[in-house]
């Protein structure tokens, strides 16, 4: 599964975890979306299911600023777009915060739901956090690997104690 981020560079480019992805070359930066990637959306209609792997080469992320993040996803960026299920965040930034992740922390999310734990694993080592965000939601993503339907998604929720917002 290749890795890919679509840049916006609307953020301190020292706390970009997409530049920092693009520089250890474990993810390339694009211009322009294929039709054969995953676009993790929060916004997207579908939630991201293990399945989802077998319609994609590659996994997209959309790097920009949370205070943006409504403008930028109104955009029509093609591709396949998912949304992750809830997961914690482990930055320092908005740690243990629901569904605030970085740019890694999404693309990482997405690689372990869809069955790709060394590279989620791998995208992680680069920041020192990165292990955090593992161990938070370590639970959650073995679970959401098996969920085959998104309706098993708030039951699963539900046994954690974690409200469900779509």
């Known amino acids: 599964m290749n890795v890919q ?90 740690y243990a915060k629901l569904g605030k992740l970085t740019t890694v922390e999404a693309i990482s999310g997405a690689a372990f739901i869809m069955g790709f734990h060394e590279l989620g694993k791998e995208l992680l080592s680069k920041f020192n956090w990165g292990h955090t965000f593992y161990e938070l939601n370590e639970n959650l993503l073995a679970d959401y690997e098996k969920i085959e339907i998104e309706e098993q998604i708030g039951p699963l929720l539900a046994e954690y104690g974690i409200a469900h917002v779509d």
């Open 5 to 94: 981020v679509l840049m916006f560079k609307q953020d301190d480019p020292k706390k970009c975890t997409a530049a920092k992805l693009v520089k250890f070359d474990l993810a390339k930066s694009i211009k322009k979306i294929t039709s054969r990637t995953i676009i993790l959306d929060p916004f997207a209609k579908q939630t991201l299911l293990k399945q989802d792997a077998k319609l994609a080469d590659s996994i997209t992320g959309i790097d920009c600023s949370w205070n943006l993040a409504d403008s930028t996803f109104s955009k029509k960026f093609g591709g396949i777009p998912r949304k992750l299920p809830p997961l914690f965040a482990g930055n320092p930034v908005n």
